[in-house]
């Protein structure tokens, strides 16, 4: 067995024709994909199995395996790249030099974004929580300065449950984007957004100092999301064009 997944070039072209290019924000190459849409082309029996999902459900192997297959067609199309990103045996992607991507996933749809401009990169998508879920989690997910935000400004914006969607997506989002420098979970409570354009869909996070300081992350985090009618999309990334 290789070290690395190899795809053979018609799936990988079979994923790209089916996906759909979404934008984010500039500088980003990003990609939707509706996975009821993969089921015909039986991608896991056509490929190996990685370690990470050598005992998971047809399901999530089929999920899993097409976020890898897209990244790969949108590393070849926009960057002219063919190297593996899927180790056989390191749950992470590895990522070509110069080069940062993320991939995620909700229900029946995946996303991936990828960049050679990013100081740091993370998205993440997710289908409405209902009401129910908002008000009982809603104190794992939101700090006091965003509930006092949901009162003072977002209320205008979004019912509840969507915004308590808002929060926990950009913090997924949050996360992944500083996970290579922590290399550690780090609790929902211990990011804050400190400033929101609801006009613009856009916001700037931060971490406790203490956090911060621990792992030696940035003192500021930018980031935004899209709405669709039945999910929301949401983004830290930050161009070193910008920087």
Same mark, same amino acid.
């Given at each position: 067995?290789?070290?690395?997944?190899?795809?053979?070039? @018609?799936?990988?072209?079979? *994923?790209?024709?089916?996906?759909?290019? *979404?934008?984010?924000?500039?500088?980003?190459?990003?990609?939707?994909? $509706?996975?009821?849409?993969? !089921?015909?082309?039986?991608?896991?029996?056509?490929?190996?199995?990685?370690?990470?999902?050598?005992?998971?459900?047809?399901?999530?192997?089929?999920?899993?395996?097409?976020?890898?297959?897209?990244?790969?067609?949108?590393?070849?199309?926009?960057?002219?790249?063919?190297?593996?990103?899927?180790?056989?045996?390191?749950?992470?992607?590895? +990522?070509? !030099?110069?080069?940062?991507? &993320? *991939? &995620?996933? &909700? @229900?029946?749809?995946?996303?991936?974004?990828?960049?050679?401009?990013?100081?740091?990169?993370?998205? $993440?998508?997710?289908? +409405?929580?209902?009401?129910?879920?908002?008000?009982?989690?809603?104190? =794992?997910?939101?700090?006091?300065?965003?509930?006092?935000? +949901?009162?003072?400004?977002?209320? $205008?914006?979004? $019912?509840?449950?969507?915004?308590?969607?808002?929060?926990?997506?950009?913090?997924?989002?949050?996360?992944?984007?500083?996970?290579?420098?922590?290399?550690?979970?780090?609790?929902?409570?211990?990011?804050?957004?400190?400033?929101?354009?609801?006009?613009? @869909?856009?916001?700037?996070?931060?971490? =406790?100092?203490?956090?911060?300081?621990?792992?030696?992350?940035?003192?500021?985090?930018?980031?935004? +999301?899209?709405?669709?009618?039945?999910?929301?999309?949401?983004?830290?990334?930050?161009?070193?064009?910008?920087?």
């Amino acid at each position: 067995m290789s070290n690395y997944l190899y795809i053979p070039e @018609q799936i990988s072209k079979s *994923i790209y024709e089916i996906s759909s290019p *979404i934008f984010l924000t500039s500088e980003l190459f990003c990609y939707g994909l $509706d996975l009821s849409q993969t !089921t015909h082309l039986h991608i896991d029996q056509q490929l190996e199995h990685p370690l990470k999902i050598a005992q998971a459900r047809v399901e999530r192997k089929n999920e899993y395996l097409c976020g890898r297959v897209l990244v790969q067609a949108v590393l070849n199309h926009h960057f002219g790249l063919d190297q593996s990103i899927t180790s056989m045996h390191e749950p992470l992607p590895i +990522w070509p !030099t110069h080069v940062l991507g &993320s *991939i &995620s996933h &909700s @229900q029946n749809k995946l996303i991936v974004a990828l960049s050679s401009h990013a100081v740091y990169l993370g998205i $993440d998508i997710e289908h +409405w929580v209902t009401s129910e879920f908002a008000q009982e989690s809603a104190h =794992l997910i939101l700090t006091p300065s965003e509930f006092d935000l +949901w009162k003072s400004k977002a209320v $205008d914006f979004f $019912d509840f449950a969507h915004y308590v969607s808002l929060i926990f997506s950009v913090k997924e989002s949050l996360y992944k984007a500083v996970y290579p420098a922590a290399k550690q979970y780090i609790d929902f409570l211990e990011a804050s957004i400190v400033d929101i354009n609801f006009k613009n @869909q856009t916001l700037t996070l931060n971490f =406790l100092s203490e956090i911060q300081q621990r792992y030696q992350l940035l003192e500021q985090y930018e980031g935004g +999301w899209t709405i669709e009618q039945n999910h929301i999309m949401t983004w830290v990334f930050q161009s070193r064009n910008f920087a």
